[in-house]
């Protein structure tokens, strides 16, 4: 087997992974990136329903299996960027109270070890490196902070008018937090499609870019990770045993950071096991792959048949006001955002005997939402692999009557806009869109992986930063908080693990 060696190794160029080999890549250090699929190309295909909904031209055809033992094909693209070249660039702060152990119906939010000014001046990083528009204290929930790097994206007119309207029901819509760069045409092909322009602010062209530029930073596409290698001892990481090109490769580095996704990041670790880790690397305490937490999440429409919706970028307006609080009760129910235009052949994914004509006449009489619930941590929620190594998600979404209240509220909200029918569709026990907390971190070794820097309890060069740390979902997206986590943890390593580096040398 070949050998290479780098100072530190980054594994997966998803938010985490790449927003640190951005942060890392002004060091000294000689850093390798290994990315599992390619650069997705800039074609017309980019922009187009059909190749992208229909043909699935970019998400992954690999097969895991539910809590049935029955194959389903994951939401996942392996691409330099990972997910967040096909995500909605929505980049939310989690609130201030989302650190703190939060009540539920069903059951308590733990609390984070870090709390939301440790987090603060990373967010503030992490929205400058990522373009995002917003408007400071618009949105009631949001944490004191100072103005966003850019004005927000304006309500396109029709928006702009239920915008008025909703503020007469009593609400407080607010823009949304969209990571948008120059050159941005506000298309209706922005949402779970990748940029032809490069103008959306996904992983690939904020971070991984630039950083390859740098002398010091290598990256390899093609490239799967099969396992994780430790000394003899067990406490410390050698190398990653790669496969490139049919070839299996050993590359060394003294750190070592996994960045593969919640799912694919506690996947690793599993296939990783020895014989003084036979359950896993860093799992000690027996919570690898566990707490697998998804967002419920329920796409809705409002269609009205008379009213044809000319809105071209409606992706622009969030509404927090149940975030913490329901009109009839006083646990969190969630967040409702605007989304990008859903087309014809995207709703025949869903019922595919319905002729393309009648759904295109349906979505362009139709105005798009999604409302989001937190999930909550249990520990049966879990990642396994199974002997072929093929993963394996069990999964059951809880917090379920809260979220059925936010649905039933905003249907409530959506007939005294004057729509004549809502459309409602969620994806369930097969969600995996803002996976999270496989990798939990924490201050006891006993009850987390990591250690508030995403430092493995277990295996001292380590470090996993991905959203597989959270120990809550939150109810907003989490790719800002990956992001800044990242940053925080990257000027952790330049400030600990690269200063005896460079004493060393």
């Known amino acids: 087997m070949r050998n290479e060696r780098y100072d530190i190794i980054i594994i997966g160029t998803g938010a985490g992974g790449a927003t640190m080999a951005h942060a890392l890549a002004d060091s000294p250090a000689r850093i390798l990136i290994l990315e599992r699929g390619d650069f997705v190309p800039q074609e017309d295909e980019n922009w187009d329903p059909e190749a992208v909904w229909k043909h699935l031209r970019y998400q992954t055809d690999e097969r895991w299996l539910d809590d049935r033992g029955q194959e389903f094909r994951p939401y996942t693209h392996y691409n330099v960027g990972g997910n967040t070249k096909f995500w909605g660039s929505v980049l939310f702060r989690l609130r201030r109270e989302d650190f703190q152990a939060v009540e539920h119906m069903e059951g308590v939010s733990p609390a984070w070890p870090i709390d939301y000014q440790t987090l603060e001046p990373y967010y503030d990083e992490a929205e400058r490196l990522y373009s995002v528009h917003g408007e400071q204290g618009a949105d009631p929930t949001d944490p004191p902070r100072g103005p966003f790097p850019h004005e927000a994206i304006p309500h396109a007119p029709a928006m702009a008018a239920i915008v008025d309207q909703l503020r007469q029901q009593g609400l407080h819509p607010a823009p949304l937090p969209l990571g948008l760069r120059d050159g941005c045409v506000l298309c209706n092909t922005c949402n779970s499609f990748a940029c032809k322009l490069h103008a959306k602010s996904d992983a690939d062209v904020c971070c991984v870019r630039g950083a390859i530029q740098r002398s010091n930073v290598t990256l390899w596409t093609n490239v799967l990770a099969q396992r994780l290698l430790t000394d003899s001892s067990g406490k410390k990481l050698e190398a990653v045993q790669v496969l490139r090109n049919g070839e299996s490769i050993r590359v060394e580095a003294p750190i070592m950071i996994v960045s593969c996704g919640a799912v694919n990041s506690a996947a690793l670790l599993l296939r990783s096991a020895t014989a003084a880790h036979p359950n896993g690397l860093a799992n000690s305490s027996g919570l690898v792959g566990r707490r697998y937490m998804a967002h419920l999440a329920t796409m809705m429409q409002g269609f009205h048949p008379f009213r044809k919706n000319e809105t071209v970028f409606q992706k622009t307006v969030a509404i927090n006001d149940y975030y913490f609080s329901g009109p009839h009760t006083r646990y969190p129910l969630g967040h ?45 929620n879990r990642v396994t692999v199974d002997r072929d190594g093929r993963i394996r998600l069990n999964y059951h979404p809880n917090n379920l ?59 001292e060069n380590l470090f996993v930063v991905d959203a597989s740390f959270f120990p809550s979902s939150a109810a907003v997206n989490p790719a800002l908080t990956i992001a800044a986590q990242a940053l925080r943890v990257a000027d952790h390593i330049k400030k600990t693990e690269l200063k005896m580096m460079e004493a060393r040398a």
């Open 336 to 380: 409702i955002q605007s989304q990008g235009r859903t087309h014809g052949v995207m709703a025949q994914t869903v019922v595919p005997w319905i002729p393309l004509w009648a759904y295109d006449a349906w979505v362009a009489r139709g105005v798009d939402w999604l409302a989001m619930s937190e999930d909550l941590p249990n520990r049966e």
């Open 401 to 459: 009557k809260a979220h059925d209240m936010l649905v039933r509220e905003m249907k409530r909200i959506l007939k005294r806009l004057g729509f004549w029918t809502v459309v409602a569709h969620s994806h369930g026990r097969r969600n995996t869109t803002h996976q999270c907390g496989t990798v939990v971190f924490g201050t006891n070794p006993r009850e987390s992986v990591l250690d508030p820097y995403c430092r493995s309890h277990d295996i």
